[in-house]
DNA sequence: TCCAAAATGAGAATCATTATCACAAGTAGA
DNA sequence: TCTACTTGTGATAATGATTCTCATTTTGGA
């Protein structure tokens, strides 16, 4: 692993929230100053591809990330309200990933839950 | 609605699998020679509004969309083999909509699930 | 040190999607 | 009929995220 990466792994664990490609070029820069966007994009790219990152949807056209440091079959939670995201286990278990649906045979699936984080949910809408 | 929103609407009813938009405008210039993007594109729009068209990812960049003709909260099965796409009845049921994870206050969630459709999977990965 | 492979940065290129604009059709009121 | 207004339309420019290109630099092994 080379410096820069080690900077976007490290800009990406900073963030409390999903975040875009724009935010964590943003961060990264904060670590490696002359990073370029290229570069953010490639390692986005290889995190995303060991796990390290996973895609939740997308926002204003920019593609959303969440850094996913527990290895196991896990789902997120995003707060609509504030961005925030939470992990959550699975909530379909094996029947998503051996049932077959019809003869459908399902091999793999993708979860989202939207809604309010604690925090947003307990002040209320205009709670900000 | 006008003739290019029924255009397009016909257009989509065709399809038997997910499609892009550029999927779309090649259908919908089938009934209307002469519609143009821009056209599919907010009749795309507000079909996706009213719960007729609905996204389920993306391919190459492109958003993929599906038909729903059904009414009732559902979700998608998509054949990573052929595209083939069949709905689902909601895996989750209740608890997703209404439990709270943690303090998370759930209000509405986004499920798909990925494998073969009875065809590809009888015929094997060669088959299809 | 030397080498091959991979990573990097700058910026151009690509391409899906959206915005703009002039025009046509329809409606309502006088 | 005439006017004012709204909405839908097609062509095309604009936007903006993402990817590609390429010369250069870095990395890891011997």
Known sequence: MTDRRRSVAA???G???AF???DLIAAARAH???IGVATVYRAVASMEDAGALERVGSRDGSALY???SVEEHHHHL???ACGAVAHTPC???APASDAAH???VVTSHQVTLYGLCAACATTGPEGG
Request: proline share 8%.
């Open 20 to 22: 875009t490609v724009d």
């Open 66 to 68: 969440v850094r996913c």
């Open 78 to 80: 995003v707060c609509t």
């Open 32 to 34: 490696s100053p002359g």
């Open 91 to 93: 909530p379909l278990g």
């Open 11 to 13: 800009a990406a664990d």
């Open 15 to 17: 963030f409390m929230r």
């Open 102 to 104: 019809e003869g459908f």
